[in-house]
C-alpha cells in the first residue's frame, strides 16, 4: 500500500502545526502503509517571497523569481524530515528536481512532463517516508522551476500518478468539499463522494478546493482523491470517475464571482460575425464562458458574453480597436454580476434541475440575466448582491434545511 499525502501552507505554517502534521504521516506509517508527503510552503510565505522580490526589483526575471519561490517548499520538507526524526521515524526530504519532476521551461507556471521515480522509490523500498517539495520541478536544462499558484496539488497527482499510489490524500483546513460554501450555507453538507468532473465544474467555478489542472491530472490517470481535513481525524470527500450517489440530482453549488459581461448590440446578421468576435478574443488569450445571441431587431443582432473580471478592460479595448472590421452599434458592459451553478452528474439522467432552479430564484425574487447549460451543469449569470440569496435559495431546494 502506498499513499501520497499533501499537505497546504497553512497545514505547515508553524512548528505546532508541522508536529501535528508529522503526528499524521507517522500513523499512516505505523499502520503499514509507504507514504510519500509532498508540502506547500509554510503559511503565506510564497506572498511573502514575491513581495520581498518586488521591494528589490519590480519585475524581476522569472527565472530569479522561481529560484526564490522554491525556497518555501523546500523549509517545510527539511522541517517535516526533522519532525519525523524526532518522533523516531525514518524520513528523507527531497527537492522537486531530487524527486525527479521533470517540467517544461516556462518559469512560473510550468507544466509537469514526467516522473522519474527511481530515487523515491529507492527510499521507499529502505523504508523511508519520502517528504517532496511541492510546487517545483526542473527543466531539462537543470534549471529549477514552479508550476503555478497553488502547484502542489499537482505535484501530488503527478507523483501518486507515476508511483501507482493507492490514493493521494488532499489535508486542507476544511474538512472535504461541501454542497456548497459553508461560509454562504452554513447547513451545507460534506460530500462523501464526488466525480473528477463534477470536481472539475466545481474548482473551476471558485469551490477553491483543489487545484484544476490537479483533478485534471487526476482524471487523467485515474488517481484516487481525498479531499480531507489536517485539523480534525475523520474521513474527508473522496473524487473519482463514478460514485454511487446516483439518486441524487446535483452535488453542489458554487459561486464565481470573477465574471463580467460584454454586450455587442447592433451587429450585422450575417455569417462570420460571431467567427470575428471570438476569433478577436481567442487571438488576445482571452477565455470566453457563457454565450448568448439574440435575434435582435431587423437584419441586426445582439451577441452578449463572459470573461474573466481581470480580462474585461483588455477585452473591450480589443473589440473597439476592431468596431469598423467587426461592425457594431453599441458595446455594454457590466461589471457588477456573478455566476451561480449547481453541478451534478445525476442531472443526466434526471428532468426538472433546471426548472428547479429557476423556482429558487423566482422565490426571492432574483432576476436571471443569462444562463448556460451542460451535461452536469446549469448556471445563470444574475446581479451580484444577489448572490449569497440566490445560493442559498437553491441549496434549500436541493437539500433542505
Ligand atoms: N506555495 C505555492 C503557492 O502558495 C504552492 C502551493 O501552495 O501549492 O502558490
Ligand atoms: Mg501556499
Known sequence: MLTVQKYGGSSVADAKCIKRVANIVADTYRNGSDVVVVLSAPGDMTDDLIERAEEILPGASRRELDMLLATGEQQSVALMAMALEALGLPAVSMTGWQAGIHTTSRFGDARIRNVTTEHVLAELERKRIVIVAGFQGITNSGEITTIGRGGSDTTAVALAASLHADLCQIYKDVEGVYTANPRIVPEAKKLDEITYDEMLELASMGAEVLHNRAVEMARKYGVKLEVRSSFVSKPGTIVKEKTKMEETKISGIAKDSNIARIALVGLRDEPGVAFKVFRLMAARKINVDIILQSIGR??????????????????????????????????????????????????????GVAAAMFEALFDVAVNIHMISTSEIKVSVLIDDVNADVAVRAIHKKFFGE
Open 298 to 351: 431587423e437584419n441586426s443582432k445582439d451577441i452578449s458574453f463572459t470573461v474573466a473580471k481581470s480580462d474585461l478592460k483588455a477585452a473591450e479595448a480589443a473589440l473597439l480597436d476592431e468596431r469598423e472590421i467587426i461592425g457594431f452599434d453599441k458595446l455594454d458592459v457590466s461589471n457588477t454580476l456573478c455566476k451561480v451553478s449547481i453541478v451534478g452528474a445525476g442531472m443526466i439522467n434526471s428532468s
